[in-house]
């Protein structure tokens, strides 16, 4: 149980390792977030005394990231933290690991929105952002979708060879520590590497590194290029969903694979 972060008679609060999915389907129903936090850290109650059959999940966090995930013991739960993001009333924290440092500040991108669209099928597994607005607020609403986030700070940090299997050879690694203002599907991973600084050990993102829909019409093919060599990753990725806060919970995971080392200067 020392992955349970927090837990009251609403919501669970857990550090979820990498590689575990945070949702079910067909083939993994038991091994997932909400099964293995049933089975490893149940039986939980709810505020009747009830016995919580299994948690329900509030937000997704990608399978190759590691960190903070919320579930609900009732779908009361589950609809207060909805409500909370849809008025933006929780803040959610990311620590990135990077081979370049990411500009401090307010980072406003736009994501592609078909590729976003639920049930969407074909085409890149990859989020294609552009850095320059949309040309009409029509335009904004039909095809883009806004992604903001901030980079409050990057730091250089020493990760040593160790269990987890990275190597880090004589590259230099940031830690940057990432609020993020809007919530979307491989947001953090997306606008990093579309401002060229991609995530370590992230073979879907690092391929197509400074790229953006910007340079289509200049540099098609170097963005085809870089797609046709996306692949999704197999190694948990320098990644961690390190922090939230929501009505008035406050959870934060534990040190990430890479560990803690930052060079003081």
């Given at each position: 149980r020392e992955r349970l972060l927090y837990e009251d008679t609403t919501f669970i609060v857990v550090d979820k390792p990498p590689l575990l999915p945070t949702q079910p389907d067909a083939s993994n129903y038991h091994e997932c977030c909400p099964g293995?936090?049933?089975?490893?850290?149940?039986?939980?109650?709810?505020?009747?005394?009830?016995?919580?059959?299994?948690?329900l999940l509030c937000h997704r966090v990608d399978s190759v990231v590691g960190g903070c995930?919320?579930?609900?013991?009732?779908?009361?739960?589950?609809?207060v933290f909805s409500q909370l993001q849809r008025e933006r009333k929780l803040k959610k924290v990311y620590l990135a690991v990077t081979n370049k440092p990411v500009p401090v500040g307010m980072h406003l991108q736009w994501m592609w929105a078909p590729q976003t669209e639920r049930g969407k099928s074909g085409g890149p597994p990859c989020q294609l952002m552009r850095h320059s607005p949309p040309e009409s607020r029509r335009k904004a609403r039909n095809y883009w979708v806004r992604c903001v986030l901030e980079v409050v700070q990057?730091?250089?940090?020493?990760?040593?060879?160790g269990d987890h299997g990275y190597e880090p050879g004589d590259k230099p690694h940031y830690q940057n520590t990432i609020r993020l203002v809007?919530?979307?599907?491989?947001?953090v991973r997306a606008q990093l590497a579309?401002?060229?600084?991609?995530?370590?050990?992230?073979?879907?993102?690092?391929?197509?590194?400074?790229?953006?829909?910007?340079?289509?019409?200049?540099?098609?093919?170097?963005?085809?290029?870089?797609?046709?060599?996306?692949?999704?990753?197999?190694?948990?990725?320098?990644?961690?969903?390190?922090?939230?806060?929501?009505?008035?919970?406050?959870?934060?995971?534990?040190?990430?694979?890479?560990?803690?080392?930052?060079?003081?200067?």
């Open positions: 293995c936090v049933n089975e490893l850290m149940g039986p939980f109650k709810t505020i009747d005394n009830e016995p919580v059959a299994r948690p995930v919320v579930l609900a013991k009732d779908g009361n739960g589950q609809k990057s730091v250089p940090i020493k990760i040593e060879a809007t919530g979307r599907k491989h947001q579309s401002l060229g600084c991609p995530i370590i050990r992230d073979t879907l993102y690092g391929p197509i590194a400074g790229c953006t829909l910007d340079m289509l019409e200049d540099e098609e093919g170097t963005m085809d290029n870089g797609i046709s060599k996306c692949r999704v990753p197999v190694e948990p990725i320098g990644l961690q969903a390190h922090a939230i806060l929501f009505g008035g919970i406050r959870a934060k995971a534990r040190t990430p694979w890479w560990g803690d080392n930052i060079i003081l200067e």
